[in-house]
């Protein structure tokens, strides 16, 4: 009898060797699959942001494009809105330096000073004026000056 146990012993000794082989072949094939499916999503993964990235360049390509485009046009548009106001006003300012004048006025009556202020204005020879109708001058004697 004792022959027979350490026969089933050795006899079970050797079948959990083998499970335990069975076993470690096992594993070592799913750690292998695992490591390949592993792979393939870090290479899909690769090949999708290399496709995101390629995309996003074509994007901004595209709207750099667009942006000079547009800038080109409105450039254009502004030259073009420049000349047809230049053709317009031209003559209306010289080339020489800016300046200011100041000039007095004094008429007859109020709808004299109107007149002689829609012709300056008419002939754009001013840009303001100022009215003040109801100022009277004394004058001493023929000379006409101010008191």
């Known amino acids: 009898m004792k022959k027979d ?19 470690k072949k096992q594993m070592e094939k799913d750690k292998a699959e695992a490591d390949k499916a592993r792979e393939r999503r870090i290479a899909a ?11 996003h360049q074509a994007a901004l390509e595209a709207r750099r494009k667009l942006d ?11 030259l073009e809105k420049k000349a047809e106001f230049e053709k317009t006003f031209k003559h209306l ?18 709808e004299m000073a109107n007149k002689i202020i829609s012709a300056a204005f008419q002939d754009t020879m ?3 004026a100022t009215n ?7 004058f001493k004697n023929e000379t006409k000056l101010h008191l």
């Open 132 to 138: 003040y109708p109801d100022v009277t001058y004394k």
């Open 68 to 78: 000079e485009q547009q800038a080109l046009a409105h450039k254009k548009a502004m």
């Open 126 to 128: 001013v840009a303001q």
């Open 45 to 55: 993964a690769k090949a999708e942001r290399e496709a995101d990235e390629k995309e």
């Open 93 to 110: 300012w010289g080339t020489g330096s800016t300046g200011q004048s100041v000039i007095y006025c004094t008429a007859d009556n109020n």
């Open 5 to 23: 146990t350490e026969a089933f012993k050795k006899k079970m000794l050797e079948q959990a060797e083998k499970a335990k082989i069975a076993a």
